[in-house]
Each structure stands twice: as C-alpha cells, then as structure tokens.
C-alpha cells in the first residue's frame, strides 16, 4: 500500500470547474492505476474516472462523460481530475485512490490504497 493524498476541492457555482489532484507517496517502485471515486449524501460511492499507469487508457463514468478529465502528473503515482461544467449533483466528496494492478479501472476492489477525501460543493 501507499499513502494517497488528494487536494483541490472547494465550493464553485453550477457551470464552473474544479481541479482536484492526487499524489500516492511510499517506498515503492510500482506504477499504479489512479482512480476517482466519489460520495454524496445517502448515495454509496461511485466511481467517476480511472487512468492506467502509463496514461495511455483513460475510463469515466457515465454521469461524467463530456466534462471531467483524468490525466496523469509528471511525477510517478500522481494524477489530476478536471472538472468542467459542474452541476449541483456533482457535489460529493472526492476520493483518489491507488490500483496496484496498474489498471485504473472502475472495478472499487483493485484499490489497496485510498484517500481521505475532497468536498467538492456546487451551488445553483
């Protein structure tokens, strides 16, 4: 496992955008899948975009398509989530998290390593 850290979320208005970032820090040398996942009140956690280790293969849920972007950084293990004409039932906290697989995909059981979260807010 390694340590997941996500920053970036905040409050913006309905159409606007957001960038959250990630970074998955330890004592490996492994590249790992990143992943999106998110929370609303009363809704179990749904997975919003993946990205496999080398950045070549991207994955997004349905509700999403169109407006988010998942991308990979520079640095080995971090990734960024672009978010672009935001609705209010995008509001959520925003979890990250780690594939050791490499896979980035939407399946919630290869993640061995996660995020404390982001609140991302959208206002009417």
């Known amino acids: 496992q390694v340590h997941v850290a996500e920053s970036g979320g905040g409050l913006v208005q309905a159409g606007g955008s957001l960038r959250l970032s990630c970074a998955a820090s330890?004592?490996?040398?492994?590249?790992?899948?990143m992943g999106w996942f998110r929370r609303a009140p009363g809704e179990e956690r749904e997975f919003v975009a993946g990205?496999?280790?080398?950045?070549?293969?991207?994955y997004y849920g349905d509700s999403v398509k169109g407006r988010f972007t998942v991308s990979r950084g520079g640095a080995k293990n971090t990734a960024y989530l672009q978010m672009n004409s935001l609705k209010p039932e995008d509001t959520a906290v925003y979890y990250c998290?780690?594939?050791?697989?490499?896979?980035?995909?939407?399946?919630?059981?290869?993640?061995?390593?996660w995020g404390q979260g982001t609140q991302v807010t959208v206002s009417s």
């Open positions: 998290a780690a594939d050791p697989s490499g896979a980035g995909s939407s399946r919630m059981g290869e993640y061995d390593s």
């Open positions: 330890g004592r490996t040398s492994r590249q790992y899948g």
């Open positions: 990205i496999n280790w080398s950045g070549a293969a991207t």
